[in-house]
């Protein structure tokens, strides 16, 4: 019979070969509730550190580990290789000339513009935006302003002011430093939930700035490709992990998945 301390050794000998039988799969990370929450201190938050957990715990081929980067520089990051998949995005937020694979992620979600609720203001106050002061997101792709994402070049088309977090932009709302920002629907969703009383204090519109597919983007001659990608997701929607998670943050599952893989 082994000794607890033999047994304690093999066990960490054959955890070992595990993790360097598994291909490490570098997954950027930016500012985008409630995809990712980037906290002032500790770790992200959000769908995508609770995705990137569930598909490590379904597959022993791939380890996937976020790394930080920012809106601006995930291009770079992505084009030399230090990032090999970026999850959530739209290939029309600046990622159009840079070669990769792409995979529909199933979720349907929007972006509308959010206004202080104040009495005798309706819908009709969101048909125009030239007269309004906006709060934006640093590096951020608006319809609006035809997915123009340079600070200068917006100032030089709207009244704007720049800020890093959505809280920040929310905050400036109340206090009445901005007239409208812009947010995705699943964050003012979870939102509402965390914070009831905003419901009563804030006008969303029936305008969509855009509605978009998240994709999946992928590093051409990466650790992972589109297949494998989608076969480990497949994985996750059929215990049903997949779906939970959207729930849990408030996202709609897509009515018709596209197979999009290029």
Not at 70 to 81: H, K, N
Not at 140 to 161: G, K, N, P
Not at 183 to 202: G, I, N, Q, T, V
Request: net charge negative; hydrophobic share 40%.
């Amino acid at each position: 019979m082994f000794a607890p301390s033999k047994i304690l050794f093999l066990l960490c000998c054959l955890l070992t070969q595990s993790l360097l039988a598994a291909q490490r799969v570098v997954v950027g990370a930016t500012e985008y509730p409630p995809y990712v929450t980037m906290p002032a201190q500790g770790e992200p938050r959000g769908l995508l550190p609770e995705l990137l957990e569930a598909m490590n715990a379904v597959q022993d081929d791939y380890r996937f580990e976020i790394t930080l980067t920012s809106t601006g520089r995930r291009y770079r990051d992505f084009t030399r290789g230090r990032i090999d998949l970026v999850l959530f995005e739209s290939r029309q937020w600046g990622w159009q000339d840079i070669p990769m694979q792409t995979l529909d992620l199933g979720i349907d979600d929007s972006e509308v513009f959010v206004a202080r609720a104040v009495p005798g203001r309706d819908q009709s106050y969101f048909a125009t935006l030239e007269d309004k002061r906006l709060g934006l997101h640093i590096g951020y792709h608006y319809a609006f302003a035809d997915f123009e994402s340079d600070s200068e070049r917006l100032h030089q088309r709207f009244d704007v002011v720049v800020s890093r977090s959505h809280e920040t932009n929310l905050e400036m709302l109340l206090r009445q430093r901005i007239d409208l920002t812009v947010m995705a629907k699943s964050y003012l969703r979870m939102d509402f939930d965390a914070r009831p009383e905003l419901r009563e204090r804030l006008l969303v519109s029936t305008r969509v700035d855009q509605t978009f597919r998240p994709l999946a983007l992928i590093r051409p001659n990466g650790p992972i490709d589109a297949e494998r990608l989608s076969a480990i997701l497949e994985a996750l929607r059929r215990d049903g992990r997949y779906a939970a998670l959207l729930a849990r943050y408030h996202l709609d599952a897509a009515t018709a998945q596209d197979d999009a893989r290029h």
